[in-house]
């Protein structure tokens, strides 16, 4: 916004949902990487998302299990975590993507 002008912006906050996992991902510098593809799985399931500009991805409504995120992008080692779900939690998942040689 440039000085001396002024702009409206609009937030919404609401509760983490129920069951669901947040993953953020960075690079070792604490950036946040957009773009990279997130894949969570568990058996017989898998769901994808791509990273946001914050670095973020969301999987909501999830069954209660234990879920393997991976992560890929370009120019990165790809990385792997699990993550357990239960009914009442909002998992969060930092991951740090390292530069690939």
Do not use: M
Request: hydrophobic share 35%.
């Amino acid at each position: 916004v440039p000085p001396g002008s002024t702009t409206t912006l609009l937030f919404y906050l609401e509760e983490p949902q129920r069951s669901s996992i947040r993953v953020w991902v960075g690079d070792t510098q604490g950036n946040a990487v957009a773009g990279a593809t997130v894949s969570l799985a568990r058996p017989g399931w898998e769901a994808q998302q791509t990273t946001s500009s914050c670095g973020n991805a969301f999987f909501n409504n999830l069954t209660p299990d234990t879920y393997e995120v991976l992560v890929q992008k370009d120019g990165f080692l790809s990385a792997t975590t699990t993550v357990a779900v239960g009914t009442e939690e909002a998992e969060t998942v930092s991951i740090t993507l390292l530069a690939s040689s």
